[in-house]
């Protein structure tokens, strides 16, 4: 069992639509980062949270470090939302970043 | 404030031949991660590098190195190239480590014949 866990793995919406994408782990963590990436290869980070939640823009991101979840919301989505969203978890016992498998997302006009 | 840049960002390479690519982190970061992504993979972890030293390793085989110059800049090294070394190779910098933001470049994307 992967020790970073995203879903679902794919999601297709309508233009508009809330999204919600899920991320569980199994281990201890320091923080955990939420990246964005865009055909072509290129990585962003959007958020880093050790707890509660954080907003920018149409993004939320949120963490429930008893349950050992966070959630990233995207509010009125947009066609450029159209990426694969990744879920990252630094481990508290070597620092090393874990990765989620990433949930490819298309938002459709 | 200049991003993390990769050179080169496309190379095609030979089996058997080596390669060495470079990651110049963002000004002030001392730590430069490694990651190696192919088609239907996630990210993959090759290893880290803080002050000149490497600080993690993932799973790859000894044929994978890098290093770190005193003024933060890394390279990674692969030889005797295989197949399956074809893959989009990137490289992150934060300040201090994971437990930092993490900074992409825009990777290189290495095809291996």
């Known amino acids: 069992k992967n020790e970073v866990e995203q879903s679902p793995q794919n999601l297709t919406a309508q233009e508009g639509e809330f999204i919600t994408i899920n991320c569980s782990y199994s281990?201890?963590?320091?923080?955990l980062h939420w990246l964005q990436q865009h055909p072509g290869g290129g990585i962003v980070s959007l958020f880093m949270?050790?707890?509660?939640?954080k907003k920018h823009g149409r993004l939320i991101a949120t963490i429930n470090i008893q349950e050992k979840h966070s959630s990233l919301h995207i509010t009125a989505s947009h066609p450029r939302d159209s990426a694969v969203y990744i879920c990252a978890a630094t481990r508290d016992s070597n620092y090393q970043l874990i990765w989620g498998a990433g949930t490819k997302l298309i938002i459709k006009p | 404030k200049a991003g993390v840049t990769q050179t080169p960002r496309y190379l095609i390479k030979t089996r058997g031949q080596q390669v060495t690519l470079s990651c110049s982190p963002i000004?002030?970061?001392?730590?430069v991660s490694w990651y190696q992504q192919t088609p239907g993979q996630g990210l993959q972890f090759l290893f880290e590098y803080f002050s000149e030293t490497q600080r993690n390793k993932g799973n790859f085989p000894g044929r994978f190195s890098g290093r770190q110059f005193s003024n933060s800049r890394s390279e990674m090294n692969v030889s005797t190239l295989e197949l399956g070394d074809s893959a989009l190779y990137l490289c992150?910098?934060?300040?201090?480590?994971?437990?930092?933001?993490?900074?992409f470049g825009p990777g290189t994307r290495l095809t291996v014949l």
């Open positions: 949270l050790s707890s509660g939640k």
């Open positions: 000004s002030g970061h001392r730590s």
């Open positions: 281990v201890g963590i320091s923080a």
């Open positions: 992150a910098s934060s300040l201090a480590g994971s437990y930092n933001e993490q900074f």
